[in-house]
């Protein structure tokens, strides 16, 4: 018959919160080779930024995805 062929993409993000827009944690690393480096990503296909914001909170999210 036919062969099906399914590419799956990794996922890896890099997260950090901000109160007042001051960083809860001193080493936060939104970069996209964090991201990569925490889904095992070696070669990226795609770059995403979230922003969610919570009255006094705000949470940034580098999202990426590849293989």
């Given at each position: 018959?036919?062969?099906?062929?399914v590419?799956?993409?990794?996922?890896g993000e890099?997260t950090?919160t901000?109160?007042?827009g001051?960083?809860?944690s001193f080493?936060?690393?939104l970069?996209?080779?964090?991201?990569?480096q925490?889904g095992?990503?070696?070669?990226?296909s795609?770059?995403?930024?979230?922003?969610?914001?919570?009255?006094?909170l705000?949470?940034?999210t580098?999202?990426v995805?590849?293989?």
């Open positions: 018959e036919g062969v099906i062929t590419a799956v993409d990794w996922v890099a950090g901000y109160l007042f001051i960083p809860l080493n936060i690393d970069g996209v080779q964090k991201a990569a925490n095992g990503i070696s070669k990226i795609t770059v995403d930024v979230k922003v969610k914001n919570l009255v006094v705000t949470k940034i580098t999202v995805t590849g293989e």
